[in-house]
């Protein structure tokens, strides 16, 4: 099988590439990423050294690029897309909209179209369970939960969802949606609650927390986010929706609590600051179908999946201490030049 990966060097797409790779030996795959600030070949270093020439490669590239993109699809004829590119941080998407429009609406329908041009037998498009908007204290998303988004990022998520949606629809290009809460575990970008937490903590910095802090979400390990694209890849059908979730809901301050106690820092580091406008209350997924289709729950439990992605950040100091001081950008181009003498 030969898969088109699009977001491969961001925090999912690379732990998707690495658990697709050793667990699936008849797989290749193609990265196309534009490398924006969350994307850090350093992910895939090893991989890059070991399956270079077999069943791995990289292409630099954007995927709202009109030329590239089709030219990919016909030179390399996939038999699927697993498509993760995203601007994908909703402080930024707050800020500033305009690459969430661009990347997450009109990169995502450029893929489509190429797929469709291209007659590509599969399309899993990830998207996110803040498409559905906020819930009160009760209740769970359903894949029925009509769409109700509430800040930039996730209106360019639903919008792209919208648009896979009608590629189904009026053209049978074979598209799954995949719809999933908060991940957490490796390679997360130390912009997102977790790795800031913690990074902010083994610095003995003040952690900001936004509002009350009372926010939920609904926290997954990564792999097991991972492990359900790969079932909705290989089982899902084609046209529907799937979601997934950990069914770990935590407050943001009970997260910011475990952070403290696991690191052993000092618990005054909490610091309450204004809120992010529009914040969403609360996430929670019911994934009934995923189970009952794809055969698939998530199988880590909160406390392990914390302690073990605590570990890896303490472990993996270098790759934080490249990221917050930027080193990353330029990784690749000594690597290569390492590599090439
Ligand atoms: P990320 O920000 O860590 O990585 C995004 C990757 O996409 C980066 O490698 C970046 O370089 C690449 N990219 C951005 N714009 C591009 C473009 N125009 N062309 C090619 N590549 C581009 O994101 P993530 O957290 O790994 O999320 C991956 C996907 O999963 C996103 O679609 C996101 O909406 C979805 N998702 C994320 C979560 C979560 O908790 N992080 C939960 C549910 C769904
Ligand atoms: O639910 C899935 C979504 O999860 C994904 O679609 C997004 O790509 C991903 O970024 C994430 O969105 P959130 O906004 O939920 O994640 P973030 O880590 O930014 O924030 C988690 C919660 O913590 C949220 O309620 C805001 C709060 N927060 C966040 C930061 C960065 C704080 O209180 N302080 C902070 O410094």
Same mark, same amino acid.
């Given at each position: 099988?030969?898969?088109?990966?699009?977001?491969?060097?961001?925090?999912?797409?690379?732990?998707?590439?690495?658990?697709?790779?050793?667990?699936?030996?008849?797989?290749?795959?193609?990265?196309?990423?534009?490398?924006?600030?969350?994307?850090?070949?350093?992910?895939?270093?090893?991989?890059?050294?070991?399956?270079?020439?077999?069943?791995?490669?990289?292409?630099?590239?954007?995927?709202?690029?009109?030329?590239?993109?089709?030219?990919?699809?016909?030179?390399?004829?996939?038999?699927?897309?697993?498509?993760?590119?995203?601007?994908?941080?909703?402080?930024?998407?707050?800020?500033?909209?305009?690459?969430?429009?661009?990347?997450?609406?009109?990169?995502?329908?450029?893929?489509?179209?190429?797929?469709?041009?291209?007659?590509?037998?599969?399309?899993?498009?990830?998207?996110?369970?803040?498409?559905?908007?906020?819930?009160?204290?009760?209740?769970?998303?359903?894949?029925?939960?009509?769409?109700?988004?509430?800040?930039?990022?996730?209106?360019?998520?639903?919008?792209?969802?919208?648009?896979?949606?009608?590629?189904?629809?009026?053209?049978?290009?074979?598209?799954?949606?995949?719809?999933?809460?908060?991940?957490?575990?490796?390679?997360?970008?130390?912009?997102?609650?977790?790795?800031?937490?913690?990074?902010?903590?083994?610095?003995?910095?003040?952690?900001?927390?936004?509002?009350?802090?009372?926010?939920?979400?609904?926290?997954?390990?990564?792999?097991?986010?991972?492990?359900?694209?790969?079932?909705?890849?290989?089982?899902?059908?084609?046209?529907?929706?799937?979601?997934?979730?950990?069914?770990?809901?935590?407050?943001?301050?009970?997260?910011?609590? /475990?952070?403290?106690?696991?690191?052993?820092?000092?618990?005054?580091?909490?610091?309450?600051? /204004?809120?992010?406008?529009?914040?969403?209350?609360?996430?929670?997924?019911?994934?009934?179908?995923?189970?009952?289709?794809?055969?698939?729950?998530?199988?880590?439990?909160?406390?392990?999946?914390?302690?073990?992605?605590?570990?890896?950040?303490?472990?993996?100091?270098?790759?934080?201490?490249?990221?917050?001081?930027?080193?990353?950008?330029?990784?690749?181009?000594?690597?290569?030049? /390492?590599?090439?003498?």
């Amino acid at each position: 099988m030969q898969v088109l990966v699009t977001g491969g060097c961001g925090f999912i797409g690379s732990n998707f590439i690495h658990h697709m790779l050793a667990t699936h030996p008849d797989l290749s795959i193609v990265n196309l990423d534009k490398l924006t600030y969350a994307g850090n070949r350093r992910n895939l270093a090893e991989i890059e050294a070991s399956e270079s020439e077999r069943r791995y490669h990289f292409v630099h590239g954007d995927i709202c690029d009109q030329a590239l993109v089709p030219e990919l699809m016909r030179r390399f004829a996939f038999d699927a897309v697993v498509h993760f590119a995203a601007e994908s941080h909703v402080d930024r998407s707050i800020n500033d909209p305009f690459p969430f429009i661009t990347t997450n609406v009109l990169g995502t329908q450029n893929l489509l179209e190429a797929a469709r041009q291209a007659k590509i037998p599969r399309f899993v498009h990830v998207s996110t369970d803040e498409v559905y908007g906020s819930l009160g204290p009760e209740g769970l998303f359903t894949e029925d939960t009509p769409l109700a988004p509430n800040s930039p990022y996730s209106a360019s998520k639903a919008s792209s969802d919208l648009l896979a949606r009608a590629y189904f629809q009026t053209y049978g290009l074979p598209v799954l949606i995949t719809r999933c809460s908060n991940n957490y575990g490796p390679y997360q970008f130390p912009e997102k609650l977790i790795p800031l937490a913690y990074l902010k903590a083994s610095q003995g910095q003040a952690i900001p927390v936004y509002g009350d802090g009372l926010q939920v979400r609904d926290w997954i390990y990564v792999l097991d986010h991972c492990k359900g694209v790969e079932a909705a890849l290989l089982r899902g059908h084609a046209g529907a929706v799937y979601n997934f979730g950990g069914d770990a809901e935590r407050t943001n301050l009970e997260i910011v609590q /475990t952070i403290l106690r696991l690191t052993g820092a000092n618990p005054e580091l909490i610091s309450f600051v /204004t809120d992010r406008p529009g914040h969403d209350r609360r996430y929670a997924m019911a994934f009934e179908r995923s189970t009952r289709d794809l055969g698939w729950t998530p199988q880590q439990s909160f406390e392990q999946g914390m302690a073990q992605t605590l570990s890896w950040y303490a472990a993996n100091g270098a790759w934080l201490d490249e990221v917050q001081s930027g080193a990353y950008r330029q990784f690749m181009d000594t690597w290569y030049a /390492t590599r090439q003498t």
